[in-house]
């Protein structure tokens, strides 16, 4: 037992200032340190992918526990919990890795069922609007559809075929007479269950990987307007001004006075807006 | 220094007792220790899932849900309000506590209880020094430092280093090199500071020990009039400024030990050749005479193998 006794009332107000300021400056070097630890870990390397459902990463750092029961309660046993040293992810969270064994997405989405915190979502439902990342054809210097070879393998296994991943049909410069059926994602129907990145035909790393959105997506540049998406919707929201349709006074060639379906002739050169070429048109029946 | 007080700690209980009851509460805490253990293991060693999870947050037979109060805390204190399943798993835990005693987690379940007795056995093999000693409330910094950074960080922020959930985790999903953070408990206790870890600065023992501090279990020292001064229950005991106002109380004061400190290991009754200490509840108000004097003449030596 310690040697001396003291009473608190005793101890002179000196030592206890001294003691507290040692108590505190050790312990803020002591936080310094652990709070280096928290936020390093918040930099989730990309190939580990969050259960789905999961909240973002820093607010899923403060609400995971890191019970497991999430990996206890998936049926294909994908998901694992980081282990120190050799994952990248947080020690003890869940996660993923997509080339070795991709989210199944069970329709009952049992690991979010599982999740006592809510770390995963309860919001999440329907496993179709699970956002775990976002499949990406990474390298097409190696992809065999890139190549022009009919490999197709990603786009069979989606679960959501003919949507998260579309083949389109595009000329093969290389061969002149062949085409290229470029395996193309669709980020608003993709999951980033990892099922393609799983099932990549390649030795090693596969050709189409599952990232992030953060680090997968651009983010749209609001001042560019999509005129064909969009038409002049910066005026129209204002004010209703008249349609301009191809008239006079426009540089209308093909018919100067105006719109008129039929039009072939040569432009009238005596109606407003309109010119002489020097020139002539070939179906316009002059000097051939 | 005569014979007598260069028996070993736990000597003459077993001299009197015998061995298997002069360690009964030693073994009845391993057996624990192993048991509660070895239910999270039945799972992933042999497919029996009576309980899945490990101690931050489990589930037993599908219906019980469990979670670590301290943990919790942390996580709200990170800003994240948890789902109803945590919250009353917390409730469940921090109730239990709250009667049986905080700091039993310590003792009777928390798997590096084991690794620091290990190291305090092998610091008293090797009789080295007892090293660097805490202030006594230091813990509580250390508590509110935890806090502080969880509420800073947003995170919870005493799981990026906890020997406790790194073992045990590490038992049952796979270790990593989680197993370097036990090691360096077992070091520093061995080496750096005896009963350093559990007994000075770890913040999860502090915060059972808080919820533990109107337990209704306690140990007393029922016939501390019969104490001979051998100094074995300070010896064991982990947390020994708790025995002294109940062993050494006069006529007036409670035999009950009160501190929260306290682990409720039940080493003192295991040791004391005298039978002083036993189980009782904080009410027991059974008035107990303090010690007219002290019976023994050399208490000097065996209090420097406590000191």
């Known amino acids: 037992m310690s040697a001396t006794k003291r009473k608190p009332s005793s101890m002179d107000r000196r030592r206890f200032l001294q003691d507290s300021a040692r108590a505190a400056a050790g312990c803020t070097v002591a936080g310094m340190f652990l709070a280096q630890f928290a936020t ?17 990463e820093k607010e899923f750092l403060a609400a995971c526990i890191r019970c497991g029961l999430c990996v206890r309660d998936c049926p294909y046993d994908t998901l694992v919990l980081a282990e120190l040293g050799y994952d990248g992810a947080a020690t003890g969270t869940p996660f993923f890795t997509a080339r070795d064994v991709p989210c199944e997405m069970c329709e009952d989405i049992p690991c979010v069922a599982a999740c006592p ?51 389109e049909r595009r000329h093969n410069e290389r061969s002149g007479h062949h085409a290229i059926f470029m395996p193309t994602v669709h980020s608003d129907k993709c999951t980033g269950c990892g099922k393609c990145e799983k099932s990549c035909v390649l030795p090693g790393q596969s050709a189409i990987k599952i990232l992030p959105r953060r680090v997968a997506m651009a983010e749209a540049a609001d001042h560019y307007k999509l005129g064909w998406e969009d038409p002049n919707p910066m005026v129209d929201d204002i004010i209703d001004l008249p349609d301009r349709l191809p008239g006079p006074g426009t540089d209308n060639l093909v018919a100067p006075g105006g719109y008129t379906p039929d039009a072939t002739g040569i432009p009238d050169a005596n109606m407003d807006g309109g010119f002489s070429p020097s020139f002539s048109f070939p179906t316009a029946g002059g000097s051939n | 220094m005569s014979a007598k007080t260069k028996l070993p700690v736990g000597q003459e209980a077993i001299e009197e007792f015998g061995w298997l009851r002069a360690h009964r509460f030693l073994l009845l805490r391993r057996a624990t220790q192993i048991f509660f253990l070895s239910l999270f293991l039945l799972g992933p060693w042999f497919g029996i899932w009576w309980v899945k999870g490990n101690l931050s947050g489990s589930l037993t037979f599908n219906i019980l849900p469990l979670t670590d109060p301290f943990i919790l805390l942390q996580s709200i204190v990170g800003q994240h309000w948890p789902e109803t399943t945590a919250l009353i798993g917390a409730i469940i835990v921090g109730v239990a506590y709250a009667l049986i005693g905080g700091r039993v987690y310590c003792s009777w379940v928390c798997p590096i209880n084991p690794v620091t007795d290990g190291a305090h ?32 960080t947003g995170s919870v922020a005493w799981e990026f280093v906890n020997p406790i959930s790194m073992l045990h985790r590490g038992l049952i999903f796979g270790m990593g090199f989680a197993w370097a953070f036990v090691v360096a408990v077992f070091i520093f206790d061995l080496f750096v500071s005896r009963r350093g870890w559990c007994g000075h600065l770890c913040p999860v023992g502090t915060f059972y020990g808080l919820l533990g501090t109107k337990s209704v279990v306690r140990i007393s020292a029922v016939e501390r009039s019969a104490c001979d001064d051998c100094m074995d229950c300070f010896a064991v ?42 189980f009782t509840h904080r009410f027991d108000d059974t008035p107990v005479p303090g010690r007219e004097g002290r019976t023994r003449t050399q208490p000097a030596s065996g209090a420097s193998k406590a000191a």
């Open chain 2, 237 to 278: 005991c982990p947390e020994m400024h708790v025995i002294t106002p109940a062993l050494r109380g006069k006529d007036g004061d409670t035999p009950l030990i009160l501190s929260p400190d306290c682990t409720n290991c039940g080493r003192c009754i295991d040791v004391c050749a005298m039978d002083v200490f036993k």
């Open chain 1, 40 to 56: 390093d870990a918040r930099a989730l390397p990309p190939q580990a992918i969050r259960p789905p459902g999961a909240l973002d």
């Open chain 1, 117 to 167: 915190t809510g770390a995963l979502d309860k919001e999440l439902t329907n496993i179709d609007d699970a956002d775990m990342g976002l499949a990406v054809l990474i390298d097409e210097e190696k992809c065999l559809n890139a190549l022009g070879l009919r490999c197709d393998v990603c786009y069979r296994v989606c679960p959501v075929i003919d949507e998260a991943i579309t083949l």
């Open chain 2, 121 to 152: 056995w092998l610091h008293e093999k090797l009789g080295m020094q007892k090293g660097w000693q805490p202030k006594h409330n230091t813990r509580y910094w250390i508590l509110g430092m935890v806090l502080a950074v969880s509420a800073i």
